[in-house]
């Protein structure tokens, strides 16, 4: 997922974990921030993403939230 200054987010699945990662070139909007926190979706200062368990709701969001920014 990109646009033309370069990927605004990068979806991964960690297949190691079972998890699913979200990236954000820069600091996403408050709303964006609520609405992974209201999923379950839990940051991760390590690894510099936000993670969840894989499933077919949180790669949906994943998808849905890439494809608009």
Known sequence: YSNAAGPA???TENN???????RF???PA????DRLKGAGWRWSKFAGCWY???SPESLRLAAEIAKNL
């Open 52 to 54: 969840v368990r894989r």
């Open 25 to 27: 070139a820069s600091k």
């Open 16 to 22: 190691e974990k079972n998890g699913v990662e979200i």
């Open 9 to 11: 987010v990068t979806v």
């Open 30 to 33: 408050t709303a964006i921030l």
